[in-house]
Structure formats: structure tokens, C-alpha cells
């Protein structure tokens, strides 16, 4: 059974950093893309970076200039590098990991930005 384990998370102030980290345990096996997604209360889940096996990136606008991901493909795992962090980037930071066939989410992060 396939889980995906996050950890990196927690409090910092604002313009601080955080790196999160997600592996996977188990058999996995063609992973196609990897992301974060972040969920603020009261709002919806939404993207906030993505990473193909070749490496091509996208971010939310939000995000653009301060976070980057990266992947490291032998480990199975996914990093988010989250730098000028700012209290909007307050929420629960899921990671998500795409196969053909399924999508593997992580149980959450939080991250909270103090102002």
C-alpha cells in the first residue's frame, strides 16, 4: 500500500522560509507528475506547484519568484522551497503524486505565517 509521508511544515514569521518534503513508502511505480496543493480555511483546494518526470514546472501566480519544487525521482519524493513567506500563504499543504492509473495524496501539512 502505497502512502505518502509530508513533513516540514510549521510556524514562521513573515518573509521566512520553510521546505516541505513528501516521499513516498511502498510500491510505486510511474509517477508522471508531483505537486503541492494548499488548502486555507474556508477556502477551496488549489494548486500551488507542479513538477512532470522531466522535470517542466508550473506555479500559481501567487507563488511565482518565491517557492520552487523539485523532485528527486530514485527517492520517490517532492520538495516545496517556500522562501518570503507571507501570512496569505497560511494552510494545509497537501502533496499529490499521479501515476497512470492513480492519484496518491498526502495527509497535510500545516504551515502558518505570522505577521
Known amino acids: 500500500q502505497v502512502q505518502l509521508v509530508e513533513s516540514g511544515g510549521g510556524l514562521v514569521q513573515a518573509g521566512g522560509s520553510l521546505r516541505l518534503s513528501c516521499a513516498a513508502s511502498?510500491?510505486?511505480?510511474?509517477?508522471?507528475?508531483m505537486g503541492w496543493y494548499r488548502q486555507a480555511l474556508g477556502k477551496e483546494r488549489e494548486l500551488v506547484a507542479g513538477?512532470?518526470?522531466?522535470?517542466?514546472?508550473n506555479y500559481a501566480d501567487s507563488v511565482k519568484g518565491r517557492f520552487t519544487i523539485s523532485r528527486d525521482n530514485a527517492k520517490n519524493t517532492v520538495y516545496l522551497q517556500m522562501n518570503s513567506l507571507k501570512p496569505e500563504d497560511t494552510a494545509v499543504y497537501y502533496c499529490n503524486f499521479l501515476t497512470g492509473r492513480y492519484s496518491y495524496w498526502g495527509q497535510g501539512t500545516q504551515v502558518t505565517v505570522s505577521s
Open positions: 513538477i512532470t518526470s522531466d522535470g517542466r514546472t
Open positions: 511502498g510500491s510505486i511505480f510511474s509517477i508522471n507528475a
